[in-house]
């Protein structure tokens, strides 16, 4: 059973930053490509980042040189470090794992950035 847990969340001001975490069970984590995704109020679920299992990475246009995305095969973690963050930011930040053309989901974690 896949398991994708996320944290560290929160409120943060604006140019703040923030480090999201996904921890991952039941899967071939050093194999999977991995994804961060977020959704805002009333607005459809997007792809922020996503990174391959070689370690390639892509950035949705709007936070490319701010958001970082990395992964710790050995904790089978995936990681979005967020700098510079705006209030347009603010969304439920979801990890996705893609393993045997399934797609797996976490629970979400909020982020909120004040202006």
């Known amino acids: 059973q896949v398991q994708l847990v996320e944290s560290g969340g929160g409120l943060v001001q604006a140019g703040g930053s923030l480090r999201l975490s996904c921890a991952a069970s039941?899967?071939?984590?050093?194999?999977?490509?991995m994804a961060w995704y977020r959704q805002a109020p009333r607005k459809a679920r997007t792809l922020v980042a996503r990174?391959?299992?070689?370690?390639?990475?892509y950035y949705a246009d709007s936070v490319a040189g701010r958001f970082t995305i990395s992964r710790d095969n050995a904790k089978n973690a995936v990681y979005l470090q967020m700098n510079s963050l705006k209030p347009e930011d603010t969304a439920v930040y979801y990890c996705?794992?893609?393993?045997?053309?399934?797609?797996?989901w976490g629970q979400g974690t909020q982020v909120t950035v004040s202006s």
């Open positions: 039941g899967l071939v984590f050093s194999s999977a490509p």
């Open positions: 996705n794992a893609q393993q045997n053309s399934l797609g797996y």
């Open positions: 990174i391959s299992s070689a370690g390639n990475t």
